[in-house]
């Protein structure tokens, strides 16, 4: 079983966390420890530190309190440091809502490297910081993810266009596939997602000074439940097959369902 984090969570307000203005060290939605669910390091045990904040909002984020409604306690970088060694792992995992938008996760993942720890950043991929990553894992998100007033978790549709203005930065997706290890892990819904995927990798392609492989790209089925990866799954695996891309469970979904902490 996942083991629950000792910290004492606090309301936070909207603003503070999505512009990433922290005063001091970062809002912190959930500290824990688990495997890593998804991607190249599936299995792998990690301690997770995962911020409030985001600048999008798919509607089906699948840590909605990180942003639709996030909440938080602001730690000191001493106090997160703490909570991490207090575990028994060589990962960790900094993922959100979105790390990048708070500078300060710069100076974690800078004494996270002085330690020796592996260190993976789950990111939208709209934000570029040089920070010591040993693996950046960045999910595009796709047209399919933008919040419409059908499909909006609060019904009134306020974030649609922002989130679609906002949800591709060519620059930075760019600047991270150059500058770190990575994977690019699509949150796929169905047969409709794969030309946009096609078109941005392309897109990609033409820009990074580097090489994209078919072998850095990995889809992964849209579900936070059981249930709703029980309809997702088998087709996105057919498409990573019919595409010869990578197919990545969703491992704490299979496990522990959508439980928090996992
Ligand atoms: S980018 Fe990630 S954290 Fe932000 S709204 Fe989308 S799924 Fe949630």
């Known amino acids: 079983m996942p083991v629950s984090d000792s910290v004492d969570r606090e309301s936070g307000s909207d603003s503070d966390a999505e512009d990433g203005d922290s005063p001091a060290g970062l809002p912190i939605n959930e500290l824990f420890y688990s495997l890593q669910g998804e991607g190249t390091l599936a299995g792998v045990p990690s301690v997770f530190v995962r911020t409030s904040g985001c600048n999008l909002r798919c509607w089906f984020c699948d840590s909605y309190h990180t942003s639709w409604e996030p909440t938080h306690a602001w730690l000191g970088l001493e106090e997160i440091l703490a909570e991490i060694e207090s575990h028994d792992a060589d990962h960790v995992v900094l993922t959100g809502g979105e790390p990048l938008l708070h500078e300060e996760s710069v100076g974690l993942l800078e004494a996270l490297d002085e330690r020796g720890y592996h260190t993976t950043v789950e990111t939208n991929g709209t934000i570029y910081r040089d920070a010591p990553i040993d693996l950046a894992s960045v999910s595009p998100k796709l047209e399919s993810s933008t919040p419409t007033a059908e499909r909006d978790p609060k019904g009134d549709g306020e974030w649609e266009a922002r989130h679609e203005r906002d949800r591709i930065d060519m620059?930075?997706?760019?600047?991270?596939?150059?500058?770190?290890?990575?994977?690019?892990?699509?949150?796929?819904?169905?047969?409709?997602?794969?030309?946009?995927?096609?078109?941005?990798?392309?897109?990609?392609?033409?820009?990074?000074?580097?090489?994209?492989?078919?072998?850095?790209?990995?889809?992964?089925?849209?579900?936070?439940?059981?249930?709703?990866?029980?309809?997702?799954?088998?087709?996105?695996?057919?498409?990573?097959?019919?595409?010869?891309?990578?197919?990545?469970?969703?491992?704490?979904?299979?496990?522990?369902?959508?439980?928090?902490?996992?």
Do not use: C
């Open 171 to 262: 620059d930075s997706l760019a600047r991270l596939v150059e500058t770190y290890e990575f994977q690019l892990k699509f949150v796929v819904t169905d047969d409709e997602d794969m030309p946009e995927i096609l078109d941005l990798l392309a897109d990609l392609r033409d820009v990074a000074d580097g090489p994209v492989s078919d072998d850095d790209v990995l889809l992964m089925p849209e579900g936070a439940t059981r249930e709703r990866l029980e309809e997702t799954r088998n087709r996105v695996a057919e498409l990573a097959m019919e595409y010869g891309f990578r197919y990545t469970p969703r491992l704490h979904v299979d496990l522990w369902n959508d439980a928090p902490e996992t």
